[in-house]
């Protein structure tokens, strides 16, 4: 079965400076894999998906994710953190049709 | 927005009440979800419908009952529920149930049952 773990429950940053969350996952055959966030009381947003192609995929808000066939990795990164992107991100494959997600990474920023 | 509406945003209810949860998408999609979201834990996807047939039941209690009466929107009925049923419930849609489709998830209702 497909899985992902995010190993992180928790990531503090300086504003300002470079975050990464991390994710794993474990599939057979390729994998879709998707980063979402979820603000405060409210539902999850898509950020970024990996179908197939260029490893770095750009997504919105300035996040980008790397795709790491090798590592089975697929970490969210953005270059410059801001005090706004605190909140909580989840990693998800897909799995026949279905969304199996991590349990989640609260990112805090600090001013 | 992310075009998915939720009604309502809060509910309170005992173990004897009978409550539905509603959920709207406004972008054309073709399938939708519900997914349970409890505290410490990863989303649970509980129902999958697509085209307005079930497509996906995860082993989830028969206290809950879906309906999907046309594709833009889905419903969760509620009855007899139990306080550990307590949590965020989450509707999503997307263009279809294909692999590579991104899902657009509505606020969410949090309930509680007391």
């Known amino acids: 079965a497909q899985s992902v773990a995010q190993p992180e429950d928790q990531v503090n940053v300086a504003e300002g400076n470079p975050l990464t969350v991390k994710c794993t996952y474990s599939?057979?055959?390729?994998?879709?894999l998707f980063w979402y966030v979820q603000y405060p009381n409210r539902g999850l947003q898509f950020l970024l998906k990996y179908i197939t192609g260029d490893n770095l995929v750009k997504g919105s808000y300035g996040f980008e994710a790397e795709f790491n066939k090798s590592q089975t990795s697929f970490h969210l990164k953005k270059p410059s953190a801001l005090v706004s992107d605190s909140a909580l991100y989840f990693c998800?494959?897909?799995?026949?049709?279905?969304?199996?997600f991590g349990q989640g990474t609260e990112l805090s920023v600090k001013p | 927005e992310t075009g998915v509406t939720q009604t309502p945003r809060h509910l309170v209810m005992g173990m004897t009440n009978k409550k539905s949860l509603k959920c709207e998408q406004h972008?054309?999609?073709?399938?939708m979800y519900w997914y349970k979201q409890s505290a410490k834990k990863p989303l649970e996807l509980m129902f999958v419908?697509?085209?307005?047939?079930?497509?996906e039941n995860n082993s989830v209690p028969s206290r809950f009952s879906p309906e999907c009466p046309n594709s833009s929107h889905l419903f969760l009925h509620l009855h007899t529920l139990q306080p550990e049923d307590s949590a965020l419930y989450l509707c999503?849609?997307?263009?279809?149930?294909?692999?590579?489709?991104?899902?657009?998830f509505g606020p969410g209702t949090r309930l509680t049952v007391l």
């Open positions: 972008l054309g999609h073709n399938a």
């Open positions: 419908y697509s085209l307005e047939e079930r497509v």
């Open positions: 999503a849609s997307s263009q279809d149930s294909g692999e590579s489709n991104e899902q657009f």
């Open positions: 998800a494959v897909r799995d026949w049709g279905k969304l199996i």
């Open positions: 599939v057979s055959g390729n994998p879709y």
